[in-house]
């Protein structure tokens, strides 16, 4: 498979969307659609992306903005340019995936994650407390719970396949990292002791750790 | 200092008329002035289980509209005074009570009666907003069911977001011979997901269902392992430290004294 044209990255001051500038504007479109397809109700309604273009057409990139207003969301208009340039998409060019995010802040919760609830942060989440089945966990870093994880839980949801899950009981309905996908056996055996989750060699491996 | 409490649950057919009913006689039986307010509009059936349906005069819409003083609204009990019912209309539109009037009503109740509990509709749509408005403690009642306990779960989580704090459970409807088999979730495994104090554990009891349809909740009733159980919780509500009870298993001994009428 070929690199990610586009690619939506969480940082602290909201969403980044990385576009490759070699791609043609079709092909821009059918990956922003297929993006924000595959994460339906993900993004909150009026979300503003903040594009990362060093060098696109300015027909281009009014193309993006009429495709995001389309889906209900915007393109923010006053990026703060600095240390996000054309050298992060070359950066993306060369390895094939997001650089590391430059945000290391945590979101902490002190209790318990109820069904129904869902809990989301471009940054990574500690939780202190169970996550509950059919409460969701969506980060864009990795997911720390010190509790039982029995809810769905997605880490490194932007694309961050270093992103790891650990909980003090993992037994969650599913678990996902970056855009792998694994779902719990149906019947799903106690786990006695703190886990881990991550990505290894293409797969959603569990091994259990010390803590 | 007087209490309201609001009965609540998520799922319908849990329990939660019943308990109201149970925690309002057994309170009264202890001497407590107690009002029970059924905000249940349209499946109004307090009444039917404290035996005072052909009572009613005036109903909850009837006071909020200012038709009727609350006074003449309460329907009193046939056996203790102290145990009032005001109830709700089956014909009134459910949203002629917001949220402001219920907590106006339960703050003038509150000067004269030491309990004053409210039997929510199902759901969390509007009606349970209202229901919970003015309450200082919430019960959420369950059955050991995955949806039951799911749907409590949510009503928690709802709850919490309405800034009502003081919440507590009651697991109603236990079948211990299938808890034992592993058939039903036991008591660990729902308080380990609720993760808030539970005040009663109820059992599934024929008893509940003879005695409501004679208007008599079971509460009480010393030949009833629920009736027990109910007041034991009525205990609790006052404060005192109860241990729960070992229920007796259908066993084969059970059976065969009930066979004999033992
Ligand atoms: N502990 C119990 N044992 C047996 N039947 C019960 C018990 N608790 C409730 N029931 C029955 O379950 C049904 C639903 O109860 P109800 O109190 O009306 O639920 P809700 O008000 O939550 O809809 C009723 O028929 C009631 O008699
Ligand atoms: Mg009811």
Known sequence: MSRDLVTIKGGKDGFRLLVDSSASMEEIEAEIKKKLEENPGFFPEGTKFELEVADLDRSVKKGIDQLLSKHGFGVDKSPKADNHTADNIRGIKKTGQPEQTTVQEMMVLNRTIRGGEEVTSQSSILICGNVNPGAHVIAGGSIDIRG?????????????????IIADRLMPSQIRIANMIARSPDSMEQSDFAERAYIKDGQIVIEPIER | ???????????????????????????????????LIDTDTGLRNLDLLLGLENRIMYDLVDVIEGRVEIRKALV????????????????????????????????????????????CPAGIEQGFQTAIAGADTAIVVTMPEVSAVRDADKIIGELGRSEKDNIKLIINRIRPAMVDSGEMMDMDDINDILAIKCIGQVPDDIKVVTSANRGEPVVGDNDSQAGKAYANIVGRIMGEDIPFMEFEKEGFFAKLKKAFGM
């Open chain 2, 76 to 119: 009193r009990h046939k056996k203790f005074e102290n145990l009032q019912l005001l109830p709700t209309s089956q014909v009134k539109d459910k949203s002629a009570v917001n949220p402001a009037d219920l907590m106006a009503l339960c703050d003038e109740l509150r000067k004269e009666y030491d309990y004053v509990i409210i039997d």
């Open chain 2, 1 to 35: 200092m007087s209490e309201v409490i609001v009965v609540t649950s998520g799922k319908g057919g849990v329990g939660k008329s019943t308990t109201t009913a149970n925690l309002g006689v057994g309170l009264a039986m202890r001497g407590q002035k107690v009002v």
């Open chain 1, 148 to 164: 039982k994880c029995r809810g769905m839980v997605h880490a490194g949801a932007w694309g961050d396949t270093n992103a790891v």
